[in-house]
């Protein structure tokens, strides 16, 4: 790389058969979900509007009809299969990957990378300590159902107190740490390719990696992502598991934080990001981060 960092406006599948075989030292991938408009296609329009309408939500930042499919959590799992082929290619012998998702798709989404060639070390958690309860008792549908009488709904409403639909409330996002396979041994993969081992000289990792969601000023910075990750996360995986000076690839780079975090610890950058809109908030972004450095 010429510079510490190259960006490009581009579907992932169609830019990751351009970068050279064996030469990323990391990837961190927080790819679409799954959920409705969250899908592959990824609609920022629709999610805005949708967003906009949830402000009377009973489920507050969810925005309005972005309910859990299990057809479209497949979905994910076949394409992040294609992404996940590319990405064994582009990885040095040895070294990690790791992909968020959200639980429910979680297995979809470890399968899809195990099938690709990857082995799955561990599963991750970024514990962000508190989040949203989403669970709806069921009183205001109960009051809304024509076909009952006053006193059939008071019934029910007192039977059903205090039960709820089963959504728990959330505390963390699941990490897959996945691996491409070794060159030889643990110490003949890492004296060849300088990758494949996690470090522990600043501090002993748990499995948990505990931050806190993304402050305001941290959302406004990054032109308010919908799915923004803390910078003070993704600098510390970036830390653990890449060597100083390596290449980290992000192919779902969005507002650019993953690219931020590793110009900020000496490592440089490629992103790829389809979105129009956040390409051109990435690009100041990193700008900017290279400057202050």
């Known amino acids: 790389m010429n510079k510490r960092y190259k960006i490009y406006n581009n579907d992932c599948l169609k830019e990751l058969p351009l970068i050279d075989n064996n030469s990323i030292d990391f990837v961190a991938i927080d790819p679409p979900y799954g959920i409705d408009v969250m ?20 489920v507050g930042k969810l925005p309005v009809g972005m309910k859990f499919d299990p057809k479209d959590a497949k979905k994910l799992g076949v394409f992040l299969n294609q992404v996940a082929i590319q990405l064994l290619q582009k990885l040095k012998p040895g070294a990690f990957c790791v992909v968020f998702s959200q639980p429910r798709a979680a297995h979809h989404v470890a399968a ?7 082995e799955i070390r561990d599963q991750l958690i970024w514990n962000y300590g508190a989040g949203q309860g989403k669970a709806q008792g069921l009183q205001n549908f109960i ?46 993969n890492y004296l060849k ?25 941290e959302r406004e910075l990054a032109g308010k992502h919908p799915t923004l990750k803390p910078l003070s996360l993704m600098e510390e995986l970036i830390k653990v598991f890449s060597p100083r000076d390596g290449v ?9 934080t993953t690219g931020v975090a590793s110009l900020c610890n000496d490592r440089r950058f490629i992103g790829i990001e389809k979105s129009d809109k956040w390409f051109e908030i990435m690009t100041k972004r990193l700008a900017d981060s290279e400057r202050q450095q």
Not at 112 to 118: N, P, S, T, Y
């Open 39 to 58: 899908n592959v296609d990824w609609d920022d329009d629709k999610i805005e509007k949708r967003s906009a309408k949830s402000k009377n939500s009973s």
């Open 112 to 118: 899809a990378f195990e099938e690709a060639g990857f």
């Open 143 to 188: 009051r809304k159902n024509r076909t009952l009488t006053s006193a059939q709904k008071n019934a029910l409403i007192e039977r059903f107190d205090g039960l709820k639909t089963p959504q728990l409330t959330p505390v963390f996002e699941t990490m897959w740490l996945a691996q491409k396979p070794r060159d030889g041994t643990f110490l003949q």
């Open 193 to 217: 390719h300088g990758v494949g081992l996690v470090d522990f000289r600043e501090k002993k990792y748990r499995v948990s990696f505990e931050h806190p969601k993304p402050r305001k000023k």
């Open 248 to 256: 980290v690839l992000d192919c779902f780079a969005g507002s650019g």
